[in-house]
């Protein structure tokens, strides 16, 4: 008979982990940043994880299968668990890698072989023993030492990958809003962390029973912010002193100074707009596409969807800029009214549409902290 204790760790997960998925594809299809898609793919194998582990609450002892070999099914079904289980964790990690070097840099070689030995070692019934717990009727594990030692820089890399990004966030964010959302991100990543510390002590009851509810707990916390700003892990590096939007016609109909430095006056700005657009009409009227053009010690980068392009100088520009400039690109060309009024060869704003496209540019600088 299954428990009360497996019923409820099991909808947790389920709730907590497709809520968790559900936010993040959407997240993936507003902004097409490759991270949210592997984060979305993670969620679906801790639920895999998660429902095996279910499964096997129906035995009580081990249903032997090939007694030389040692298989049992329970113990199949807890190494394929944890592979699913392993390979979410993967999933995460090469995302977060992705978000903090705008690339697949070499240190995901490393942590993909890490990965590839934790799955075999998880995976290994020599070194699982497995128990049932009469009392939550279920099965639990204790890991041989071997395999808590790969457990080890996997912890480290959550910690640079995750945590120090987020608190980086919090100390440098001026926005008390922003800081509320960073630390109910730290709550919930805390969470993850516990669970992935607490592997080492699953023979103690007490920390065997909470466990399990940590890691769905924590991953729900964490995603749930998406909600409020899908950029929410992310720091930009770039360097940016003044933003231009124009129409397909290359009008500027909005401008921001960034650094008050007026580096380019406006007229300027406008004659290289104009000489850009000329020289490079095929590349700026594809959507998703990226050019940097450098001038000097100074870059251009130029980033289009639709009718609407955007122009920025500065002196660095990098991947989650341009990711974080596509998506408000999206939200002025999806505004009905403001490209009505934009299809009138408006050459400049007036206050009502002024503000708010002035606080679209506001909130998408804020979330990777430009401003």
Known sequence: MISGYSIALISLEIIAFIVSAAILFSTYRKTKYLS???QGI??????????LRFVTSFFQEEIVLNEAAGLGLVGILWSVMNACLILGIFFLLFSFFYIKMNSFHPLLNII?????????AFSYPAFTELTFNAATKSWKANYNILVLILIA????FFIISIIIPVATKIRK?????????????????SLVLIWSAS?????????ALIRPFLLPCGFVIWSTTLLLDPFNIMVSNASINQIYIATQDGLPFYFKDIKGSQ????????????????????????????????YEKQVLGIVSFGPVTAYVFGERFDKIFETVLMVL???IVRNPNLMFYLSQDIVSLDEEFGKEVNFMVDEALKSVLIL
């Open 173 to 189: 964010s001026s926005y008390k809003e922003q800081k509320r959302q960073m630390i109910v991100q730290i709550v919930g990543l």
């Open 263 to 294: 580096t380019l006056s406006s007229t300027l700005a406008a004659t290289i707009i104009s000489g850009v657009k000329t020289a490079l009409e095929e590349l700026v009227q594809k959507e998703d596409k990226l050019s940097v053009l450098n």
């Open 199 to 207: 592997v080492a002590f699953t023979n103690v009851t007490a920390i």
């Open 153 to 156: 820089p996997l912890f480290i």
């Open 112 to 120: 993909s072989m890490i990965i590839g030995a934790s799955i075999l």
């Open 42 to 51: 993670s969620f679906l194998l801790l639920l895999v994880n998660g429902s």
């Open 329 to 331: 690109l999206q939200q």
């Open 36 to 38: 949210h898609l592997l």
